[in-house]
Every structure is written in C-alpha cells, then in structure tokens.
C-alpha cells in the first residue's frame, strides 16, 4: 500500500486509508475533470471502473498509473462485499464510471450502501453530471425538479409515465438516441402534445445542441433529424392551472 501525503493546508483532509471516493469523470471535454480528481486517482490503492479499457485510455490521457479493478451493473452484487472488506482493512478505492459521476444512472449505490454498513468513510466529489446542465440550458424552471433517470424499456414503463402525469416539477430522463422518438412519443400520449420539453445531446462534445419546443415539435425534429449521440430530455411539469383545467374536463375536484 503507498503512503500517502498530507493533504495541502486548507484542502480536504481525504488522503486517509480506508476511504472510497466517489470520482465523477468527464461526460465530454477531458478539461472537466478537477485537480482533485486527478490527485485522487493517482494516490489510490486500486481504481474500480465500468470498463477498464475506456478508464485505461483516460487514465493514460492524464498519465496516471493505476491498478484497474472491473466493478459494473453485471457483478457488483458479487464485487461490492469484497471490495468493501478490502477498505475496511486497509484499502483506499477510487470509484469512476465510463462518463459522469457514478451511482446516477451507473454502478455505485450498492458499494456505497456496503461501504456504510462496514464503517469504512466514503466521499463523493463534486463533478460532472449530464442532467445539471441540461436542466439549466432548457430555460425551464429549475428550482424543483424530479430526476427520472432511464425509463424502463418494457414492463412498467406505461404506469411509470401515467405516475407522472400530475407531477408539477420539471422532470429530467435520460435516453438513447435510438429510443428518443419512441420516448417522445409516450410523453406526447401523457402529457399532450403542448408540453414545454428540451432535448440535450452530446453535452460537453463538440456537437453538444439542445433543442427546446413542445414535445409535438421535438418529435418532428427528431424524425427529420437522425438522433445522434446520448440524450438527456427534459419536460416541464403540471402547471396548476392546466391542473385545474384538467380537473375540471374530469370532473376530480382535487
């Protein structure tokens, strides 16, 4: 195990032993990750990753030597005890994931959740996420919002959507591009065609565009425009009075 150094006067004290820290890593443009970061990932005893064959090509972009361990949806159920023990020893672990910062939408509760239970410190940076920026870009309110995350391909995703249908925040899902129109096309059916949305793409990339209207001319734009590149959709909430309006074509006098 390396030593390690004292952190500099005024920083976080997180160069202790048996720690995990949660890294988030660039969605895009590699300047995004932090100083922080970097120093982390170099100091680590082992870095735990989706894919170590995307974390190698980063980590060699930054010229950091590290020891890869594979930690993703498909084996944390069998990982996360034993790298938690491993912390609980003694270890010091990075967790990043192949873009963003892990456990939104990734692997990275679980371990979290056996971290805490063993009494072993963990401690999230603050770094890139998709749904921030594409939140703020939409020009929708976003002082409340409702983070959905990935909608479910087949069974519930009808009732996951009709429980949606009065939530008066604005709501963020995240989506392929090879199901975008598919998705705007349920939210048309739930929430109507006149519903404010903005569609975010490649965000921190060289193509990064968000594209804002109802959802009914989102999705005309989408079937004329080849969706490319990952998506983050956002859509505006119930406003009270189209709550009330709806109330009243119901007759639901709540």
Known sequence: MRPRKKAPEGLAADTQTDMLHIVPTPIGNLEDITLRALRILREADVVLCEDTRTSGLLLKHFDIKASLCAHHKFNEHQTCEAFAARMAAGETMALISDAGTPAISDPGFML???????????????GPTAFVPALVDSALPCERFAFEG?????????????????????MVFYESPYRVVRTLGDFIEVFGPTRRAAASR?????????VRGTLAELKAHFEAHAPKGEFVLVVEGLSRAAKINENEKTGNKN
């Open 112 to 126: 979290v959740r056996a971290c805490a239970e063993r009494g072993v410190e963990v401690q999230c940076l603050p």
């Open 150 to 170: 990935f909608l479910p391909q087949k069974k519930g995703r009808r009732t996951h959507l009709d429980g949606l249908r009065e939530e008066a925040r604005t």
């Open 202 to 210: 490649e965000i921190s990339k060289l193509h990064e565009e968000t």
